[in-house]
C-alpha cells in the first residue's frame, strides 16, 4: 500500500494492526526521518528492514524502539556498546543481528525470539521485561555478557540458551525481577566457562546433583 508521504508500506486487513515503517537506508542513521517510511518508529509501530540497500541500521543511542521488527534475508542491524533498542512486539530476525549493546524485549503481550533462520553474530545483554504474555524462544541462541530477567516469563520451549565464555570474558545471569519466571520444555541453559590450557586442577563447580544437604556439600558439614 501507498503510505500518506507516497512511500510503501505494508498492507493489512486487520485494521487494529498499525502500519509497518519500512527503512530505506539512505544512510545508516536509525533516527534520521529521511531513512523511514513515512517516519521514525514509536513503540506502536511495526518495522521491515527489507534487503538490498545500501545502508543498514547503525544504532548508537538509547532512544530507538519499535513494536514487531522483521529483519529480511541478507539485511541487518547494528548495535554499538552504548546502544539500547527495545521491542514491544515480535523480533522476526532472518538476517544479521549485532548486538553490542542492549536488546530489550518489553511487550506487553506474548513476544517471540530471536527470529527462526536468521544469525545472531553478537549479543551482548539481552534483558526480558516483559509484562504480559512472555517471551517465547523459537531458535537456540546466547548471550555473550549478561542475561537480565527483570520481568516476566522466559520460556525456552524446546530450545536451548547458551550462557557464553571466552577467553576475554564469561556471561552472567543478572538478579531476577520479582515477576521474573524460567519455564521449560525439552530445552535447557548452557553454561560455558572458558579454560586456559595448561596443567592445573580447577575447581569448576559444586555438586548441584546429589542427595546430601548444602550443608553436607557445600559447607563441609560446618555450622
Known sequence: ATGPTGCFMKDTADVNVKPYNTWLGITSDWNDPDNWCPGVPTSATDVTIPNGLPFYPLLYDSVPVARSIIIESNA???????SRLSIFGNFQ????????GTLTLSGATAQT???????IAAMKIL???????????????YVSAELKPSSGTFALGDFDFTIRSVDTVTARVSKLGTTSVFTYGNGRFIVERFIRQGRKWRFLSVPTNTT????????????
Not at 530476525?93 to 553490542?100: A, F, L, W, Y
Not at 525470539?113 to 544469525?119: A, F, V
Not at 534483558?127 to 541462541?141: F, R
Not at 557445600?218 to 555450622?223: F, K
Open 127 to 141: 534483558e526480558i521485561a516483559n509484562t504480559g504474555g512472555g517471551v517465547l524462544l523459537d531458535k537456540s541462541t
Open 93 to 100: 530476525n532472518s538476517g544479521t543481528v549485532i548486538n553490542k
Open 76 to 82: 541487518s542491524i547494528e548495535m554499538l556498546p552504548e
Open 113 to 119: 525470539y530471536p527470529g527462526s533462520t536468521g544469525t
Open 212 to 223: 546430601q544437604s548444602i550443608n553436607a556439600a557445600w559447607q563441609e558439614g560446618a555450622l
